[in-house]
């Protein structure tokens, strides 16, 4: 059974930081590329950050500067730092994987086949 599980999330003031993890298991996902994607209430799930394989990192205009993006393959993980962070960063974080590359593809929700279940960023202004 394939599984990508969150972990990190938590409640920090403006201007602080959290690093968010993502574990996978039941493959590997050295050939897909892993990203992160947010949801707030009331919103449309949204993209944040997304690391293929091959090529940079691509990131959302509203995290730029922020957040970095990183992978480790030998531990099947990928990693979300976001420092900075505002009160509008409020949101559950959701990991995602998926055989996909580029843009726009890789910000497009649906074009993963990996989901984790997600966990919760909260911040205080």
């Known amino acids: 059974q394939v599984q990508l599980v969150e972990s990190g999330g938590g409640l920090v003031q403006a201007g602080g930081s959290l690093k968010l993890s993502c574990q996978g298991s039941?493959?590997?996902?050295?050939?897909?590329?892993m990203s992160w994607f947010r949801q707030s209430p009331g919103k449309e799930r949204e993209f944040v950050a997304a690391?293929?394989?091959?090529?940079?990192?691509a990131y959302a205009d509203s995290a730029k500067g922020r957040f970095t993006i990183s992978r480790d393959n030998a531990k099947n993980t990928v990693y979300l730092q976001m420092n900075s962070l505002k009160p509008e960063d409020t949101a559950v974080y959701y990991c995602?994987?998926?055989?996909?590359?580029?843009?726009?593809?890789?910000?497009?929700?649906?074009?993963?086949?990996?989901w984790g279940q997600g966990t919760q960023v909260s911040v205080s202004s």
């Open positions: 690391l293929s394989w091959i090529g940079p990192p």
């Open positions: 039941g493959r590997t996902f050295n050939s897909y590329t």
């Open positions: 995602a994987a998926g055989p996909v590359v580029g843009s726009p593809s890789s910000w497009q929700a649906s074009r993963y086949n990996y």
